[in-house]
C-alpha cells in the first residue's frame, strides 16, 4: 500500500492561542457563520426576555408577597383558561418563526454549491487528520497528503470528503470560525462544505482550530489540526507542496510522524507487545525470529521490515504487516523511522 | 368517609410517637427483608445517595484536573477518560435515573394516597436488590474494566474498535447488562407506583385530586416501563453482533455504528424526562406549600407530564444532527424537539403565578424550589439554542452542552432532589434538620451551580470541545473558573451530609407536619406508623391548605377542629 506522507503536526501539537472574535463566538470565518449567529442572537433576545419575565416576576413576588406578621395569603383562582392558553401559543408560534430561519441557515450549511467545488479528502484516525490534495494547479497526476494542516483559498468552496478507517472510531471534524462539524464513521462517507470568507491573518492569527469532537479515546484532546487560508491559488499550492515534503522535517519528528501515522495500531513505544513488536528498546538488541535465526535490529532488518515485512518474523508475532513504500520519498522516510527508533533506544 | 368518631385523637395529634416504622422491628435483618415502602425507600436512599456521593467525588477530581490547560494535573489523559466515564455513568443511571421516584417516591406516594403500602411490596423490595445488584456491578466493570468510552457507550470504540485500547466487547456486555438490571428495576418501581395509583387511590380521591408528585411519578412511570425495554434491546443485538460475529453496530463485521446512536438515543432522550418530571413533581409540591397556595393550573401541570412523556419519545433524534443522519430527519427531529419545550414552559410559568398573593416562606426547601425556577428556566432555555439546527451543528458536542444538560440534570433533578428530601426529611426520619445550616447549603448550591457552569456556555460557544483531558491556553479563565464553581459545590453537600446525619441524632423532634402542607402523608406521625397512618386520614385536596392551622414550632400545624369533626375538607372540590 502506500502509505500516507505523514508530516506536519500530530500529537504534542503546540496548543497556542486563539483569539479574536466576539464575545460568544470565534470570528466569523464562513459564509454562514454570520447566518448562525444571527440565528443564536435571535433566539437568545427571545430567552432574555422570557427569562427576564419568569424571574422577574418570581422576584417581586418573593419580595411582594414574603411571610411575615401581618401577611396573609388570598386565594386566587386556580386556573385562567384564556391566560393558559396564551402562554401556550404565543411561545409556540415564536418558536415556529426560530424553527424557520434556523432551518434557512441549516438548508444553506448542508447544500454545497453545484459547482466549482474543489474536493479534499480526508482521513481521520486516532488521532490526527489527514488531507489530501490533487489537482487544481497542483502538479498534474500526484496526489499530496498533509497531515494537520487543511489548506483553503478564500472564498472558494472546498468539500471535505471524510472517512475514517474500517478498524478505527468514530471521529468529527469541527472548525469553530466556520460554524461547520460532521462526524466521521468507519465504513462511510460523510460530506462537509465550506467556503471561507475570512483569513485567519486578517484577525491576527496564524491558522483557524480545527477539533476533533467526537471522543476517540486517549489523545482525543490532542487530534486536532490547523486550517489555513491563502489569497490565491498560486500560494495555496506552494503551501501544499511546502507541507506534503517529508524532507523538510527534522528526522526523528519525521518519524515520530510516520509512527503516530502508520505504525503506532500495532506497536507501542511504551514496551508492552501489540500486534507487533514494542518499539522500546528494541533497536540493537538481538532477536529470536520465527525460523529460529537470531539477528540484531539495525538499519538493514527495518528497511527490509517496512518494505517487506513478511520476509523476517520476530518469534511470537504473526505476520500481519502490510507493506509501505512512500514513493520517491521512501529513502527520506525510512531515515525518520530510524532516527525515531534510535531515541527509543532505553 | 364520615367523620363520626370525633373523640378519638385524629392521628396528626399525636405529636411524637414511640413505636413507628423505624423501630417497630429492630436488627439488621428484618430490614433487608423488609417489605415496608418506608424502609425499603430508606435503603434506596442510601444506596442513591452513595451514587450521589461517588459520582461527586469523580466531578471534583475532573475539574481539577481541568484546572490547567495541558499539564497532566493529576490525572494521565487515559485516567481522565476513565473519571468522566465514572462520573457521567454513576450519576445517570444510579443516581439521576432512580434517584427521586425510588426513595422520595417509594415513600410518599403510597402515604399521598392514604395507603398502607404500594400495590405490590414484595417486588418492590425484589427492585431494591435489583438496583442493588446493578450497582455492584456497574460500579465493577467500570473500575475494574477501567471502562473509559462515556456514558454514551458508541461503538466502535466501546468494542475495542481503534488502536491502544482494550476495553474488548465484553465490557459492552457488563455495562449493558447492568444498565438493563437497573432499567428493570425501574421498570418494576413503575408498574408498581401505576397499579398503586390506579388501585390504592381511595375512592373518594380522583385523579384530579392527586398531588402533582403523583402524577409527575405516573408520566416517568409511564416512560420508563416502556423505553426501559429498548435497553435490554440493544444488549441482546449486541450479543448476537458478537457471539454470531453478525453486523449490526460494529464496522468491522459491517455493522454501522450510527444504528447504535439511535437505539441509545430513543431510550436515553426519554431518561431525560425520567430524571427530570420526578424533580417537576417535588417542585409543583414545594412551591405551594410554601406559599401557601393552590397550584395554579393544576390540570394543565398534570397533562403538560403526560404530553412530555409522549413527545419526548419522538425527539432523539436530536442528539445526531451532525451523525449522519439525512438533512430531512433532522430538520422534523428539531421541530419536533421545538414542541417539547412548551409543556415544560407551561409548568414553569404555572408555578410562577402560584406564588401570586401567598404567604412566600424561605425555608430551606423553598429556596430549592426558588433556585430550581431559575436553574431550570437556563437549562430549558440553552435547549432552545441546541433545538435550532443550525446552531447545533457548531453547538453539538462542545461545553455548551454540557453546561445545558448539567443545568437541567443538577440544576433541576438535584435540586429537586434536595428541595425533596429536606422537605420530607422530618417525615421520614422524624427529626429537623438546622434550617439555618439548611438555608446556608442551599444557597452555597445555587451559587456554586451558576459560579460552575455559566462560564461553559461561554467555552462552548467559543468552541471548547467536551471530553478534552486538555484544552487551548484561551479557555483556560472558563476552566478555572467553573472548577472553583465545583469545589462550592462540593463544600455545600458535605455540608449538608453532616447536618442531616447530625439531625438523626440530636435534631429536634418533627411534629406531624412542620411545614402545614395539605397532601395526606402529613396526616400521619412522624416519623409514620409502621401502618402508615394510626387511624385513616381525612381526604382532602392536596392543597387545601385552609384545613390547617398553626400551633407552635412544637406541636406545628394541626388539623382545624370543624375538620376533624366534620371529616371533610373545608374547602369545596374545584
Ligand atoms: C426544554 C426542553 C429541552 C430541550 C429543547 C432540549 C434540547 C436538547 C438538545 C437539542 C440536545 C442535544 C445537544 C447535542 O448533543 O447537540 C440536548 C442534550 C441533552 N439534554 Fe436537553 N433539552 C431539554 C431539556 C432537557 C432536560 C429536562 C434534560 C434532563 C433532565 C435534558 C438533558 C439533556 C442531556 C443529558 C443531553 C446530552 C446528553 C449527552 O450528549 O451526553 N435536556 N438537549
Ligand atoms: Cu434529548
Same mark, same amino acid.
Given at each position: 500500500m502506500m502509505a500516507d506522507l505523514a508530516l506536519g503536526n500530530f500529537a504534542g501539537l503546540p496548543l497556542a492561542q486563539q483569539a479574536g472574535g466576539s464575545f460568544w463566538f470565534p470570528p466569523q470565518a464562513s459564509d454562514v457563520a454570520a447566518g448562525v449567529d444571527f440565528t443564536y442572537d435571535l433566539i437568545l433576545w427571545l430567552c432574555i426576555v422570557f427569562f427576564i419575565g419568569i424571574c422577574g416576576a418570581t422576584l417581586y413576588f418573593m419580595v411582594k408577597y414574603r411571610k411575615r406578621p401581618g401577611h396573609k395569603?388570598?386565594? #386566587?383562582?386556580?386556573?385562567?383558561?384564556?391566560?393558559?392558553?396564551?402562554?401556550?401559543?404565543?411561545?409556540?408560534?415564536?418558536?415556529?418563526?426560530?424553527?424557520?430561519?434556523?432551518?434557512?441557515?441549516?438548508?444553506?450549511?448542508?447544500?454545497?454549491?453545484?459547482? /466549482?467545488?474543489?474536493?479534499?479528502?480526508? &482521513?481521520?484516525?486516532?488521532? /490526527?487528520?489527514?488531507? #489530501?490534495?490533487?489537482?487544481?494547479g497542483l502538479p498534474a497526476g500526484k496526489s499530496y497528503m498533509v497531515v494537520g494542516e487543511l489548506h483553503l483559498v478564500r472564498d472558494e468552496a472546498y468539500q471535505m470528503v471524510m472517512t475514517t478507517p474500517q478498524n478505527d472510531v468514530i471521529h468529527s471534524m469541527f472548525i469553530p470560525a466556520f460554524r461547520v462539524k460532521q462526524d466521521c464513521v468507519p465504513g462511510r462517507y460523510n460530506k462537509l462544505w465550506f467556503r471561507a470568507i475570512k483569513a485567519p491573518q486578517d484577525d491576527g492569527l496564524e491558522y483557524y482550530d480545527l477539533f476533533c469532537t467526537e471522543y476517540c479515546g486517549n489523545d482525543h484532546s490532542l487530534m486536532l489540526a490547523r486550517v489555513f487560508v491563502h489569497d490565491t491559488k498560486a500560494e495555496w499550492a506552494a503551501a501544499v507542496i511546502e507541507a506534503a515534503d517529508i524532507g523538510r522535517l527534522d528526522p526523528v519528528d519525521r518519524g515520530k510522524s510516520i509512527y503516530d501515522q502508520n505504525c503506532k495500531s500495532c506497536h507501542t513505544v511504551n514496551g508492552d507487545p501489540s500486534t507487533g513488536p514494542s518499539w522500546k528498546g528494541m533497536w540493537g538488541r538481538e532477536e529470536e525470529m520465527a525460523d529460529g &535465526?537470531?539477528?540484531?535490529?539495525?538499519?538493514?532488518?527495518?528497511?527490509?521490515?517496512?518494505?517487506?515485512?513478511?520476509?523476517?518474523?520476530?518469534?511470537?508475532?504473526? /505476520?500481519?504487516m502490510t507493506p509501505f513504500t512512500w514513493g520517491d520519498q521512501t529513502d527520506v522516510a525510512i531515515e525518520g523511522i530510524v532516527a525515531y527508533m534510535k531515541t527509543l533506544k532505553d | 368517609m364520615a367523620g363520626g368518631i370525633v373523640e378519638k385523637p385524629a392521628s396528626a395529634q399525636v405529636v411524637h410517637p414511640t413505636v413507628h416504622y423505624l423501630n417497630a422491628t429492630k436488627g439488621f435483618k428484618n430490614w433487608l427483608v423488609t417489605l415496608d415502602h418506608k424502609r425499603i425507600a430508606m435503603m434506596y436512599l442510601c444506596a442513591v445517595s452513595f451514587a450521589l456521593l461517588l459520582g461527586g467525588f469523580w466531578a471534583i477530581v475532573l475539574r481539577t484536573e481541568l484546572l490547567a490547560p495541558h499539564d497532566d494535573v493529576i490525572l494521565s489523559n487515559a485516567w481522565y477518560n476513565k473519571a468522566f466515564t465514572l462520573h457521567g455513568a454513576v450519576m445517570v443511571f444510579l443516581f439521576i435515573i432512580p434517584g427521586i421516584p425510588a426513595s422520595l417516591g417509594n415513600f410518599i406516594l403510597p402515604m399521598q394516597l392514604g395507603a398502607k403500602d404500594l400495590a405490590l411490596p414484595r417486588v418492590n423490595l425484589f427492585s431494591w436488590y435489583l438496583y442493588v445488584m446493578g450497582l455492584i456491578l456497574f460500579v465493577g466493570i467500570l473500575v475494574l474494566g477501567g471502562l473509559d468510552t462515556g456514558w454514551t457507550l458508541y461503538p466502535p470504540y466501546s468494542v475495542g474498535g481503534g488502536s491502544e485500547h482494550k476495553a474488548v466487547w465484553l465490557n459492552l456486555i457488563f455495562a449493558y447488562t447492568a444498565v438493563f438490571i437497573l432499567g428493570f428495576s425501574s421498570i418494576l418501581t413503575g408498574l408498581n407506583f401505576i397499579a398503586t395509583m390506579h388501585k390504592l387511590r381511595p375512592k373518594d380521591m380522583g385523579m384530579y385530586d392527586m398531588p402533582l408528585f403523583l402524577w409527575a411519578l405516573y408520566a416517568t412511570s409511564l416512560i420508563q416501563?416502556?423505553?426501559?425495554? =429498548?435497553?435490554?434491546?440493544?444488549?441482546?443485538? $449486541?450479543?448476537i453482533e458478537h457471539l !454470531?460475529?453478525?453486523?449490526? !453496530?460494529?464496522?468491522?463485521?459491517?455493522?454501522?455504528?450510527? *444504528?447504535?446512536? @439511535?437505539?441509545?438515543? +430513543?431510550? $436515553? @432522550?426519554?431518561?431525560?424526562?425520567?430524571?427530570?418530571?420526578?424533580?417537576?413533581?417535588?417542585?409543583?409540591?414545594?412551591i405551594a406549600t410554601f406559599s401557601r397556595k393552590h397550584v395554579f393550573g393544576y390540570k394543565a401541570i398534570a397533562w403538560s407530564s403526560i404530553a412530555i412523556a409522549a413527545i419526548?419519545?419522538?425527539?432523539?433524534? @436530536?442528539?445526531?444532527?451532525?451523525?449522519?443522519?439525512?438533512?430531512?430527519?433532522?430538520?422534523?427531529?428539531?421541530?419536533?424537539?421545538?414542541? =417539547?419545550?412548551?409543556?415544560?414552559?407551561?409548568?414553569?410559568?404555572?408555578?410562577?403565578?402560584t406564588l401570586y398573593k401567598g404567604a412566600i416562606d424561605f425555608k430551606a426547601p423553598m429556596i430549592y424550589a426558588l433556585a430550581f425556577m431559575y436553574l431550570f428556566g437556563i437549562g430549558g432555555l440553552t435547549g432552545l439554542f441546541l433545538a435550532s439546527i443550525a446552531n447545533n451543528v457548531h453547538l453539538h458536542d462542545t461545553y455548551f452542552v454540557i453546561a445545558h444538560f448539567h443545568m437541567v440534570m443538577v440544576g433541576s433533578v438535584l435540586t429537586g432532589f434536595l428541595g425533596g428530601v429536606h422537605y420530607w426529611w422530618p417525615k421520614m426520619t422524624g427529626r429537623m434538620y438546622n434550617e439555618t445550616l439548611g438555608r446556608i447549603a442551599a444557597v452555597m448550591v445555587f451559587i456554586g451551580f451558576n459560579v460552575t457552569f455559566m462560564p461553559q456556555f461561554v467555552a462552548g460557544t467559543r468552541g471548547m470541545p467536551r471530553r478534552y483531558a486538555n484544552y487551548l491556553d484561551e479557555f483556560t479563565t472558563f476552566h478555572q473558573v467553573s472548577t472553583i464553581g465545583a469545589y462550592i459545590l462540593g463544600a455545600a453537600v458535605l455540608l449538608q451530609v453532616g447536618y442531616l446525619l447530625h439531625s438523626l441524632i440530636k435534631g429536634r423532634k418533627a411534629p406531624p407536619n412542620p411545614w402545614g402542607a395539605a397532601s395526606l402523608e402529613?396526616?400521619?406521625?412522624?416519623?409514620?406508623? +409502621? @401502618?402508615? !397512618?394510626?387511624?385513616?386520614?381525612?381526604?382532602?385536596?392536596?392543597?387545601?391548605?385552609?384545613?390547617?392551622?398553626?400551633?407552635?414550632?412544637?406541636?406545628?400545624?394541626? *388539623?382545624?377542629r370543624e375538620v376533624i369533626e366534620t371529616g371533610k375538607s373545608l374547602v369545596k372540590a374545584h
Amino acid at each position: 500500500m502506500m502509505a500516507d506522507l505523514a508530516l506536519g503536526n500530530f500529537a504534542g501539537l503546540p496548543l497556542a492561542q486563539q483569539a479574536g472574535g466576539s464575545f460568544w463566538f470565534p470570528p466569523q470565518a464562513s459564509d454562514v457563520a454570520a447566518g448562525v449567529d444571527f440565528t443564536y442572537d435571535l433566539i437568545l433576545w427571545l430567552c432574555i426576555v422570557f427569562f427576564i419575565g419568569i424571574c422577574g416576576a418570581t422576584l417581586y413576588f418573593m419580595v411582594k408577597y414574603r411571610k411575615r406578621p401581618g401577611h396573609k395569603e388570598e386565594a #386566587t383562582s386556580t386556573h385562567n383558561t384564556r391566560l393558559e392558553l396564551a402562554w401556550s401559543i404565543i411561545p409556540l408560534a415564536l418558536l415556529m418563526v426560530v424553527f424557520g430561519v434556523s432551518t434557512y441557515w441549516y438548508l444553506r450549511i448542508v447544500t454545497p454549491p453545484s459547482d /466549482n467545488v474543489r474536493e479534499v479528502e480526508v &482521513t481521520a484516525k486516532q488521532w /490526527n487528520w489527514t488531507f #489530501t490534495y490533487r489537482g487544481d494547479g497542483l502538479p498534474a497526476g500526484k496526489s499530496y497528503m498533509v497531515v494537520g494542516e487543511l489548506h483553503l483559498v478564500r472564498d472558494e468552496a472546498y468539500q471535505m470528503v471524510m472517512t475514517t478507517p474500517q478498524n478505527d472510531v468514530i471521529h468529527s471534524m469541527f472548525i469553530p470560525a466556520f460554524r461547520v462539524k460532521q462526524d466521521c464513521v468507519p465504513g462511510r462517507y460523510n460530506k462537509l462544505w465550506f467556503r471561507a470568507i475570512k483569513a485567519p491573518q486578517d484577525d491576527g492569527l496564524e491558522y483557524y482550530d480545527l477539533f476533533c469532537t467526537e471522543y476517540c479515546g486517549n489523545d482525543h484532546s490532542l487530534m486536532l489540526a490547523r486550517v489555513f487560508v491563502h489569497d490565491t491559488k498560486a500560494e495555496w499550492a506552494a503551501a501544499v507542496i511546502e507541507a506534503a515534503d517529508i524532507g523538510r522535517l527534522d528526522p526523528v519528528d519525521r518519524g515520530k510522524s510516520i509512527y503516530d501515522q502508520n505504525c503506532k495500531s500495532c506497536h507501542t513505544v511504551n514496551g508492552d507487545p501489540s500486534t507487533g513488536p514494542s518499539w522500546k528498546g528494541m533497536w540493537g538488541r538481538e532477536e529470536e525470529m520465527a525460523d529460529g &535465526t537470531k539477528l540484531t535490529i539495525d538499519e538493514n532488518y527495518v528497511r527490509e521490515s517496512v518494505l517487506q515485512p513478511g520476509a523476517k518474523i520476530v518469534k511470537g508475532f504473526p /505476520n500481519a504487516m502490510t507493506p509501505f513504500t512512500w514513493g520517491d520519498q521512501t529513502d527520506v522516510a525510512i531515515e525518520g523511522i530510524v532516527a525515531y527508533m534510535k531515541t527509543l533506544k532505553d | 368517609m364520615a367523620g363520626g368518631i370525633v373523640e378519638k385523637p385524629a392521628s396528626a395529634q399525636v405529636v411524637h410517637p414511640t413505636v413507628h416504622y423505624l423501630n417497630a422491628t429492630k436488627g439488621f435483618k428484618n430490614w433487608l427483608v423488609t417489605l415496608d415502602h418506608k424502609r425499603i425507600a430508606m435503603m434506596y436512599l442510601c444506596a442513591v445517595s452513595f451514587a450521589l456521593l461517588l459520582g461527586g467525588f469523580w466531578a471534583i477530581v475532573l475539574r481539577t484536573e481541568l484546572l490547567a490547560p495541558h499539564d497532566d494535573v493529576i490525572l494521565s489523559n487515559a485516567w481522565y477518560n476513565k473519571a468522566f466515564t465514572l462520573h457521567g455513568a454513576v450519576m445517570v443511571f444510579l443516581f439521576i435515573i432512580p434517584g427521586i421516584p425510588a426513595s422520595l417516591g417509594n415513600f410518599i406516594l403510597p402515604m399521598q394516597l392514604g395507603a398502607k403500602d404500594l400495590a405490590l411490596p414484595r417486588v418492590n423490595l425484589f427492585s431494591w436488590y435489583l438496583y442493588v445488584m446493578g450497582l455492584i456491578l456497574f460500579v465493577g466493570i467500570l473500575v475494574l474494566g477501567g471502562l473509559d468510552t462515556g456514558w454514551t457507550l458508541y461503538p466502535p470504540y466501546s468494542v475495542g474498535g481503534g488502536s491502544e485500547h482494550k476495553a474488548v466487547w465484553l465490557n459492552l456486555i457488563f455495562a449493558y447488562t447492568a444498565v438493563f438490571i437497573l432499567g428493570f428495576s425501574s421498570i418494576l418501581t413503575g408498574l408498581n407506583f401505576i397499579a398503586t395509583m390506579h388501585k390504592l387511590r381511595p375512592k373518594d380521591m380522583g385523579m384530579y385530586d392527586m398531588p402533582l408528585f403523583l402524577w409527575a411519578l405516573y408520566a416517568t412511570s409511564l416512560i420508563q416501563v416502556l423505553a426501559t425495554p =429498548v435497553v435490554g434491546l440493544t444488549l441482546g443485538l $449486541s450479543l448476537i453482533e458478537h457471539l !454470531f460475529n453478525i453486523g449490526i !453496530f460494529d464496522p468491522r463485521y459491517g455493522g454501522d455504528p450510527v *444504528l447504535y446512536q @439511535h437505539f441509545f438515543w +430513543f431510550y $436515553s @432522550h426519554p431518561a431525560v424526562y425520567i430524571m427530570v418530571l420526578p424533580a417537576m413533581g417535588v417542585q409543583s409540591e414545594l412551591i405551594a406549600t410554601f406559599s401557601r397556595k393552590h397550584v395554579f393550573g393544576y390540570k394543565a401541570i398534570a397533562w403538560s407530564s403526560i404530553a412530555i412523556a409522549a413527545i419526548g419519545f419522538i425527539v432523539w433524534g @436530536h442528539h445526531m444532527f451532525v451523525s449522519g443522519q439525512s438533512p430531512a430527519a433532522g430538520i422534523i427531529f428539531s421541530l419536533l424537539t421545538y414542541f =417539547v419545550a412548551i409543556p415544560s414552559a407551561i409548568k414553569v410559568f404555572n408555578w410562577v403565578a402560584t406564588l401570586y398573593k401567598g404567604a412566600i416562606d424561605f425555608k430551606a426547601p423553598m429556596i430549592y424550589a426558588l433556585a430550581f425556577m431559575y436553574l431550570f428556566g437556563i437549562g430549558g432555555l440553552t435547549g432552545l439554542f441546541l433545538a435550532s439546527i443550525a446552531n447545533n451543528v457548531h453547538l453539538h458536542d462542545t461545553y455548551f452542552v454540557i453546561a445545558h444538560f448539567h443545568m437541567v440534570m443538577v440544576g433541576s433533578v438535584l435540586t429537586g432532589f434536595l428541595g425533596g428530601v429536606h422537605y420530607w426529611w422530618p417525615k421520614m426520619t422524624g427529626r429537623m434538620y438546622n434550617e439555618t445550616l439548611g438555608r446556608i447549603a442551599a444557597v452555597m448550591v445555587f451559587i456554586g451551580f451558576n459560579v460552575t457552569f455559566m462560564p461553559q456556555f461561554v467555552a462552548g460557544t467559543r468552541g471548547m470541545p467536551r471530553r478534552y483531558a486538555n484544552y487551548l491556553d484561551e479557555f483556560t479563565t472558563f476552566h478555572q473558573v467553573s472548577t472553583i464553581g465545583a469545589y462550592i459545590l462540593g463544600a455545600a453537600v458535605l455540608l449538608q451530609v453532616g447536618y442531616l446525619l447530625h439531625s438523626l441524632i440530636k435534631g429536634r423532634k418533627a411534629p406531624p407536619n412542620p411545614w402545614g402542607a395539605a397532601s395526606l402523608e402529613w396526616q400521619a406521625t412522624s416519623p409514620p406508623d +409502621f @401502618h402508615n !397512618f394510626l387511624e385513616k386520614p381525612i381526604t382532602m385536596g392536596a392543597y387545601d391548605f385552609e384545613n390547617w392551622e398553626y400551633v407552635s414550632e412544637e406541636a406545628g400545624y394541626v *388539623l382545624k377542629r370543624e375538620v376533624i369533626e366534620t371529616g371533610k375538607s373545608l374547602v369545596k372540590a374545584h
